[in-house]
Structure formats: structure tokens, C-alpha cells
């Protein structure tokens, strides 16, 4: 059978196969500690659960229009309007299967064969290979550790051809953790006014923020930025629901309205329950986040003192999101049974089996000299797993 060649260009969602490995291993009675997994381990709050019992008791099981329920996108657009002072019609929302979705329905509508899209490194896996599957180019722009990953105007200016459609924006960022202040984002916003591009503006961890930092949409930048921008949102990150697959886009009319035509074709409604569920976590309000970002904010102290303290590791405190995004090139030259760890790749694979630690390696985030660990989970497997990780690598010679 001759596949289309799209589909040769990508690989499976290296985050998503890790964690599935490391549940393998778990699964055989090994005892894996798991940094792989990108999703808070708090459970679901229960007014959330609640709804969704409601939905299914009231037989609100069947299919909804397609962009999603009109409930659910007001509650989207009031959310925007007061938290951010964004104005949407409802029309201009389109709820989806997951943030992740919400991208690819943007992907879908706005790229083609020949277009380019700036995607700053690192970056979150599926830009890029979501990019390749709607026949596009990834320009890939570097952006540097020292400075925090932050985007300078000069390097993106240099990246820009007559080609460029778009440019990513993900603050705060998985996997670096690393967010941008309003002057960044105006210096971006610049550009993209300048060169007349479309900004996709994924602030799926709009919530998870630490040290007093505040979340900045670049679409807030100006009435004529947020006219050529796509905010992507969902629930996902922030009311614990990776399961749920519940995210959102807001932004220009034809652009959405061409994305909502293409979900109709595709995958119709996002499930009716977790939609009435999104509209609850919607109402809940800040306490429930708030209560997870401080433990997260425990663990991202002990996480990030802890890799440091690790000889020939140095991690950055990140400010948002709840990754460990460490520059491991300190023992990458170390070798195992006399062979070089040689990447990051290397390092993760001999973590996993030598320390059963699951870690995602930073190749496929742009980086082989990182390696990414979540700190969403328990305190305890955090000590336990630095423990491993230091022991193992100081068995390296
Ligand atoms: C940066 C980023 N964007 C989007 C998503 C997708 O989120 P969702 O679970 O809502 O599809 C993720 C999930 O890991 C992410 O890290």
C-alpha cells in the first residue's frame, strides 16, 4: 500500500510514546518513576465532575453544533473579555478536542504547500510536525538559553522570507517553562504587523505562572495585533482535565470560520459532556488553579535545586508551565559500559533503563544537549527520582 507521503515527514508524539514505554515498564512490576508525562496529576475538580454526571442523567449525549455549544462559547468569550479584555463574538470561538486540536484546525486552514511558519526553538513537538502533515515548511528560529529563550526582534526579522505565513508564540512555553513580558511580545507583535503575518498564540498554560510573573496575551497588544492573532486555550493544563479533550480558538472571523468548516468536516462536535464539563471548569474561578500552581511551585524548587545540585547538569528556574528543562551537556561525553552517552536521546534511553526515570529527551523540542522533566507529580517521586538520576549518572565514567 503506497501511504501519502505527508505522512512520512512525521514521527508519533515522542512525549506521548515515552510516557506510554514508561506505563509499560510500570505495568511489568517495575518500579519507573515518570518526569515524562506533560499533565497535572490532580484529579478533576468535582463541581466539573458533577456537570459531566448532570450532562449524562439529562441526556445531553448526542451531537452538538459542530464549533461546539453556545454555553460553552460564551463562557469562552466572557473568560477572554474579563480576564484579558478581549472581544470576541461567540462566532469567533470554535471549541475543539484539545488545545492540540485546536492547532491543527489552524494548521489545516492557513497553511499550504510553500508557506513557511516561524516556530521558535525549543519548542512544543507538534508545531512542527503538524506543519509537515498540511505540506508547509517549519523555519526553525534559535532562541538562546542565556537569555531566557526570549525571541529578539533582529533574529526574527532575519528568519522572515516572502513566504512566511505565521509565527508561533507559546507563553508561557513547554518545554522550556520560560515566559514573555509585554515588551517582547510587543517586539514580536512588530514583526508580525510589519511583515503582515498571522501570530498563533498558544497560551495553554496561560495559568501556570510562578515568582508573581502575569500572563500576557500578544493579542492585547493592540486591536490590530489580536485582529491577526489566534489565541489557543483549553482546559487541559489548568482545571486537570488532559483527558477530557477540551481546548479553543479565538481570533479573526474568516480565519475561524474556516477552521469551524474544517472540524465539521473532521471530527464534527467535541464531546457533548466534556463540553458541559469545560462550562463548570469555567465558572470554578481561580481557587482550584491557584491551590495546584502553589504545589507546583513546592515541587518546581525542589526539582530545579535538585537537578543543579547534579555534577555536569545546570537548570534554569522556569516561570510558567511546570517543566525542568536541564542543559545536560555536562556528561554527555560520560560513558556507559565504555560507550558515550553521546545525546540527549542517549541520556534518556540509559535513564530509563539503568535508573527507570522517564525523562523526554530535548531532540525532538529542538535541543540534544536538554533533556525535559515534568514536576507534575508527587513530591515524593521528585526526591526519589533526583536520587536515581544523580546516582546513575555518577556511576558514568
Ligand atoms: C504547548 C502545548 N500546547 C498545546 C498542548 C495540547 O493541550 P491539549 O491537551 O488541550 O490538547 C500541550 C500539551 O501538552 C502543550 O504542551
Known amino acids: 500500500m503506497k501511504l501519502a507521503a505527508r505522512v512520512g515527514r512525521i514521527v508519533p508524539s515522542p512525549t506521548l510514546s515515552i510516557t506510554a514505554t514508561a506505563k509499560a515498564m510500570a505495568a511489568q512490576g517495575i ?11 490532580f484529579d478533576t475538580p468535582e463541581p466539573v465532575k458533577a456537570a459531566a454526571e448532570a450532562a449524562i442523567r439529562a441526556g445531553f449525549t448526542k451531537y452538538t453544533p459542530s ?24 462566532s469567533q470561538i470554535l471549541v475543539s478536542c484539545g488545545a492540540k486540536h485546536s492547532l491543527y484546525n489552524v494548521a489545516e486552514a492557513l497553511l499550504e504547500s510553500g508557506d513557511e511558519l516561524i516556530i521558535p526553538v525549543p519548542f512544543w513537538v507538534s508545531y512542527q510536525d503538524q506543519t509537515l502533515l498540511n505540506d508547509a515548511t ?17 533574529a526574527l526579522e532575519a528568519v522572515i522570507t516572502p513566504r512566511t505565513k505565521a509565527i508561533i508564540v507559546n507563553s508561557p512555553g513547554n518545554p522550556t517553562g520560560a515566559t514573555y513580558d509585554r515588551k517582547t511580545l510587543e517586539g514580536i507583535a512588530d514583526v508580525a504587523l510589519r511583515h503582515d503575518l498571522v501570530i498563533i498564540s498558544d497560551e495553554i498554560y496561560e495559568k501556570v505562572l510562578y515568582d508573581g510573573v502575569q500572563h500576557v496575551s500578544i493579542a492585547t497588544v493592540s486591536p490590530e495585533v489580536a485582529a491577526r492573532t489566534v489565541v489557543i486555550n483549553g482546559v487541559s493544563k489548568a482545571y486537570a482535565m ?7 480558538a479565538a481570533g479573526p472571523k474568516a ?22 464539563a469545560a462550562v463548570a471548569a469555567l465558572r470554578l474561578g481561580d481557587p482550584f488553579t ?6 507546583f511551585d513546592r515541587r518546581r524548587r525542589v526539582m530545579v535545586d535538585g537537578l543543579n545540585n547534579i555534577q555536569g547538569v545546570t537548570c534554569r528556574m522556569p516561570t510558567g508551565a511546570f517543566y525542568a528543562f536541564p542543559n545536560t551537556s555536562g556528561v554527555l561525553s560520560r560513558r556507559w559500559k565504555g560507550q558515550p552517552i553521546g545525546s540527549a536521546a542517549g541520556l534518556a534511553t540509559y535513564l530509563l533503563n539503568e535508573a527507570h526515570v ?3 529527551p530535548g531532540e525532538p523540542f529542538g535541543s540534544g544537549l536538554h533533556i525535559r522533566l515534568s514536576y507534575a507529580t508527587a513530591m515524593e517521586a521528585i526526591e526519589r527520582g533526583l536520587t536515581r538520576i544523580e546516582a546513575a549518572l555518577g556511576r558514568l565514567s
Not at 519507573?32 to 496529576?41: K, L, M, T
Not at 491557584?290 to 504545589?295: R, Y
Open 67 to 90: 464549533s461546539g455549544i453556545e454555553e460553552l462559547r460564551r463562557a469562552i468569550a466572557d473568560k477572554l473579555n474579563t480576564e484579558q479584555g478581549l472581544q470576541y463574538d461567540t
Open 290 to 295: 491557584k491551590m495546584m500552581v502553589e504545589e
Open 242 to 248: 488532559t483527558g477530557w479533550r477540551i481546548g479553543y
Open 31 to 41: 518500579d519507573v518513576i515518570d518526569f515524562a508525562s506533560g499533565e497535572p496529576d
Open 255 to 276: 480565519l475561524l470560520t474556516a477552521m469551524a468548516n474544517v472540524q465539521s468536516q473532521s471530527t464534527s462536535n467535541p464531546c457533548s459532556i466534556s463540553q458541559k
Open 138 to 154: 517549519p523555519v526553525l528560529l534559535q532562541t538562546q538559553e542565556h537569555d531566557g529563550y526570549t525571541i529578539d526582534q533582529e
Open 358 to 360: 522517564a525523562v523526554v
